[in-house]
C-alpha cells in the first residue's frame, strides 16, 4: 500500500517515542511542514499501554511520572484529563524474606539508603561502578540490587554513579492510572505520522538530509534521530560519517535490560494485604531471586513484576512461559498455593527481544558518566538526536525522552530555516 507523506518535509523526524511524539508536537506550532516515520505499526515506543492481553489496562513500558512536579507530561496529562494518581501513597511497601514478612525499616534503611548514596557519590564528582558501595555481607543486599538493576535497568557493576548523580530525582513518582503509553498516543494524536516505515540510513548531504527507508528515500533540510540508541549502536539504523564523540557515547551509554510479568486474577486476591506493594526475596527457596510486585494497581485484579538487568534479558530469552512460572512461584511463596488457582491470564515484556527498541533504557558505564552529553552535539548542523539517552538530566525517562523532542524540534526548525536546500520525496511505495 502507497504511504502518503507530507509533499516536501522540511524536517523528518524517525521514532514515534515519546521523543518524537515531543518533537512533532513542538514542530506544530511552527507550521513548519514535517514528517514523522515510525517503524512500528504503532505510537509511543517504550511507552505502551493494553488491555487486551489480562482484560484490564496494565503498560508494558512506562508506567510512573518521574520527578512529577518537574514533569512535562504530567502537565499535559492534567490539561487533558489524563487520569493519574495525585499523590503518592504512604505506607503501602511490605517485603517478604526467609518465610517471613519484615518491619519496612529494615528495607527502608539499607536499600533506599544505599540508593541514594549511588547518587550522592556521583553527585560528589567520583564515577565509580554502583557495586562497589555495595555491603555483600548485608541481608538486604540482594535487593539493593534488585533496585539499582530496575532503576538503571543494569547490573550495579555497570552502573556510574556519575551518571546515577546526574539524575534530578525530586522524589515524587506517580502511577499513570489511565497509561503513560496511552497518553502518549493521546498527545500524538493529529501529528502526521507514517507507521511501519522503517529508517535504514540517514545522511548529511549537500545542504540538507537524506533519510533511506524500507519503503523509499526521504530528502528534508534537517532530521531528528529518536529511536532507541541500541538502533544506532548496533548500525540497524545507520547514522552516515558518525562523528567520534557520539559514536563513543554509543559504546560508553548502553542501553540496559527490563522486563516485567503480568498476572490476571478471577477477582482481588490479595485482599487480606493493605498494600499494593510488595516485595519478595526468599533465600530459602533454591532458585530466589528478589521481585517487587505492584498489587490490585488502581483496584485492578492483577499483580505486575518488574525484574532488571541481565537476569531480565536472560528471563525474556527463556520464554515467556519461564517468566510467569517464576513470577508465580513467588507470589505463591508469599501467599499460598491457592493462588495459583485464581489466575486467569498472564503475559509478559519483551524489550529486550523487540527488534526496533532491544532493552530498556540507558545507563553509563563506570568511569563514563560524562559521556552522555555528546549524544547533544549535532551532526553536521542538520541532524539532531532525541530520546530518553540524550537528557542530560531526566534520562531513562518519558519525560526527559519529550523534552529531548522539543529541544531537538526547536534546534531542526532553525538549522532548516538557514535556508538549506529544499526537502522533497523522491520515493515512496
Ligand atoms: C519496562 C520499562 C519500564 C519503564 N518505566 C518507566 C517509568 O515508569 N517512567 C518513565 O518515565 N520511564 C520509564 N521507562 C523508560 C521510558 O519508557 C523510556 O525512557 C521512554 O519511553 C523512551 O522514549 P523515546 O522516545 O526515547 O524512545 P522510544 O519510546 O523507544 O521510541 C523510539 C521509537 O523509534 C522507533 N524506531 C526504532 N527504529 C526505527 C527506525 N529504524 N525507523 C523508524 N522508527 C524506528 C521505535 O519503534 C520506537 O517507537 C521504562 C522503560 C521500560 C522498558
Known sequence: MMVQYPTNPDIVVIGAGAAGVGAGRALAKTGIPFLIIEAKDRIGGRAFSEATSLGHLWDHGCHWFHSADKNVLRQLAEEIGHKYLKKPREGVMKAFMNGEWKAEQQHEEYVWGMLGEVAATGRAGKDV???????PQHPWYP????????????????????????????????????????????????????????????????????????????????????????????????????????????QDVPMGYYEKVAIAFDGKVFEGFDMPYVEIFDPVAPTTHPLNFELHPFRRPIAITHI??????????????????????????????????RVKKATATHWSSDIFINGAYSCAKPGRGLSRRNFANPIAERIFLAGEHVHPSFHATAHGAFETGLLAAAKATAAAAKGAAGGKQTACA
Open 308 to 341: 532488571g538487568g541481565q537476569f531480565a534479558r536472560e528471563m525474556e530469552r527463556e520464554g515467556e512461559a519461564g517468566m510467569v512460572d517464576f513470577a508465580l512461584a513467588a507470589l505463591v511463596r508469599a501467599f499460598g498455593s491457592d493462588l495459583r488457582k
Open 143 to 250: 535487593m539493593a540490587r534488585h533496585w539499582l538493576s530496575l532503576m538503571y535497568s543494569a547490573e550495579p557493576e555497570e552502573i556510574s554513579t556519575r551518571d546515577a548523580g546526574s539524575y534530578e530525582d525530586t522524589g515524587l513518582n506517580l502511577a499513570v492510572e489511565d497509561g503513560y503509553g496511552a497518553l502518549i498516543a493521546r498527545l500524538a494524536e493529529g501529528l502526521p505520522i507514517a507507521t511501519r516505515v522503517a529508517a535504514r540510513k540517514v545522511t548529511a548531504r549537500g545542504e540538507g538530509v537524506t533519510v533511506e527507508t524500507d519503503q523509499g528515500t526521504i530528502t528534508a533540510k534537517a532530521a531528528i534521530v529518536a529511536v532507541p540508541a541500541r538502533m544506532l549502536e548496533t548500525g540497524k539504523l545507520v547514522l552516515a560519517d558518525m562523528p567520534a564523540d557520539i559514536a563513543q557515547a554509543l
Open 129 to 135: 561502578p554502583a557495586a562497589s558501595l555495595l555491603d
